[in-house]
């Protein structure tokens, strides 16, 4: 179970819990990352990738009403490099979720 994320500088907390209307949370002040804890396989990687794009424009300060599709998809695809340069134990979590299959394990 990922319990932290390093994104840069941040030391971001992740927390497992029931959420409402939502999968998954970013608490930009408080740097934590609250996910569903009900969901895995295509779902839980649906959720980490949503969020973890939510990090990256807030760290990156991008804000996507002002920029254009072209620095947001530099800024997406960056930001992605780092978090899994940076995250391997992350990035082993996102690798083992797309393989994931009904009958496979966790
Ligand atoms: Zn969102």
Not at 11 to 28: A, M, Q
Not at 39 to 46: A, E, I, S, V, Y
């Amino acid at each position: 179970m990922i319990k932290s994320i390093r994104y840069g500088k941040y030391k971001i907390g992740v927390e497992y819990t029931h959420l409402k209307d939502c999968y998954g949370l970013y608490d930009p002040n408080n740097k934590k990352l609250q996910i569903d804890k009900r969901q895995k396989g295509f779902k839980l990687f649906n959720t980490w990738m949503h969020e973890l794009f939510h990090i990256i424009m807030y760290h990156e300060e991008i804000d996507v009403n002002k920029k254009g599709e072209e620095p947001i998809a530099k800024a997406v695809g960056d930001g992605y490099e780092k978090i899994f340069k940076s995250n391997p134990r992350l990035k082993n979590k996102l690798y083992s979720l797309l393989r994931l299959d009904i009958n496979s394990k966790k």
